[in-house]
């Protein structure tokens, strides 16, 4: 049986990553961890600045939805001038957490 890139890319995976006392659940596609994206990403962190746009295009790519919320009823919206609002820190730990789910022993 085949299956098509279509259905390659639109599959999810779920990983959570602890933020102080809180839980953090993420649902993402792993297709979009390839190899320019893990050389974009070691890129950017090898640079004193880095291009925080870039990285914030990456968590884009990268995230289908999470349970970090705005308030009590609405998720915090997954896009670009949301996501400037989050610590780097924070963005930094997501995208750690991404791609350990993806590579357990790397």
Not at 2 to 27: H, L, M, P, R, Y
Not at 42 to 50: A, E, I, N, R
């Amino acid at each position: 049986m085949s299956i098509t890139i279509a259905k390659i890319a639109a599959n999810t995976a779920t990983c959570s990553f602890q933020w102080g006392e809180d839980t953090v659940n993420v649902e993402y596609f792993p297709s979009q961890v390839t190899e320019s994206t893990l050389a974009e990403m070691d890129k950017l962190s090898s640079t004193v600045k880095g291009d925080l746009a870039s990285f914030n295009a990456i968590l884009l790519k990268l995230i289908k939805s999470w349970d970090v919320m705005e308030d009590a009823e609405n998720m915090f919206p997954v896009d670009a001038d949301h996501l400037a609002m989050l610590p780097l820190k924070f963005r930094m730990v997501l995208v750690r957490t991404i791609v350990q789910d993806i590579r357990p022993n790397a």
